[in-house]
């Protein structure tokens, strides 16, 4: 799979011009403060200036003029204001979202900073597939927290192609990711699990009563389909070269969303029949199709002491941890 990141940014939100710098009390010239993007995001999720300002324990005048403030620095307007509420401009949506990313890239430096000092200690994220790969590496963490009791694991749900933004970003310290993959960004270790591919159908269809599911089963039918372009192309190959026999109901990739498109009859799905609800039916491909899977980290990039040790307890100790 080809791991170039993907930018995530709001429809038609302009850009920013060249971004101004705030002048302090001496004259001298400072970028955009962290505590008044905080203050930002604060005021973005609560939709009200007055309950902000008690979250953040300030007064409103103050709070108020720190968002002017940086409006005025940045040359646009950030909100629209209303008598009660307030809500963001296209503008504001795009600095709630970079403000986000750098809140939590700022908060994940001071953390690996600290974990230079003293026991293993801190936090490690992870971006997961939905993969069978994850109860195995649901149980090295649990063999490593035994050894590191100190150490806190941060996991999301993501894509591949997400997961390789993330770590672009130096926002996440490793990804559990699933085949195609290309490697020659990352370093990586496999997992020696394979998921197999499968339909997901509700118990009344007709292929229920098969066995395994061929290609030529699927002709006519309305297939929900993988997001990632690189696994709909495995799926193309196992099919023949071409989807002309069926339609193309939709793409989907969270496992939860493509339950519900199949329970409420948009089509069958290809997937890995990851957690099967009793209200749906999992029939496997025949030919076998087959995905591995792997963790892999950002290659040049110096992991924190915390990931560094999860990764060697990987290296040494993951294979004789059951799977």
């Known amino acids: 799979m080809d791991m170039n990141a993907s930018s995530s940014g709001v429809e038609n939100a302009p850009d920013f011009p060249e971004l101004p710098s705030y002048a302090d009390g001496r004259g001298v010239r400072s970028g955009v403060d962290l505590r008044v993007l905080r203050y930002f995001l604060a005021v973005a999720d609560e939709g009200n200036i007055t309950w902000a300002a008690e979250l953040l324990q300030i007064s409103q005048p103050t709070l108020s003029r720190q968002l002017k403030g940086l ?48 026991s293993l200690s801190g936090t490690i994220a992870i971006s997961c597939a939905e993969t069978h ?41 490793l990804g559990l990711v699933t085949e195609p993959l290309d490697v020659s960004k990352y370093d990586y270790l496999r997992t020696h ?38 696994v709909r192309g495995e799926l193309v ?52 199709l087959e995905s591995g899977g792997a963790v892999i980290w950002k290659r040049g990039r110096t992991l924190t002491p915390a990931a560094a040790a999860f990764v060697e307890f990987l290296r040494t100790e993951g294979q004789r941890i059951a799977r």
């Open 237 to 288: 190959s196992w099919m023949g070269g071409s989807l002309r026999a069926v339609s193309t109901a939709g793409l989907c990739d969270l496992s939860i969303n493509v339950m519900a498109m199949v329970r409420g009859g948009v089509g069958l799905a290809m997937s890995f029949g990851l957690g099967v609800p009793d209200d749906l039916c999992f029939k496997p491909l025949s030919p076998v």
């Open 71 to 118: 409006e005025d620095a940045l040359g646009v307007t950030l909100f629209h204001r209303g008598p009660h509420q307030i809500s963001l401009t296209p503008e504001g949506r795009l600095l709630r979202e970079r403000a986000q990313e750098l809140v939590q890239l700022a908060g994940k430096m001071e953390r690996e900073v600290r974990e230079l000092h003293g």
């Open 193 to 230: 699990i394979d998921d197999r591919w499968g339909i997901l159908m509700r118990p009344d269809d007709p292929l229920s009563t098969l066995n395994e599911v061929r290609p030529e089963d699927l002709a006519g039918r309305a297939l929900i389909l993988p997001f990632r372009e690189e």
């Open 133 to 173: 790969s994850m109860d195995w590496l649901a149980r090295c963490i649990a063999a490593f927290r035994q050894r590191y009791p100190e150490v806190e694991f941060e996991m999301r749900t993501c894509t591949a192609d997400v997961t390789g933004d993330r770590l672009e970003q130096g926002l996440t310290d």
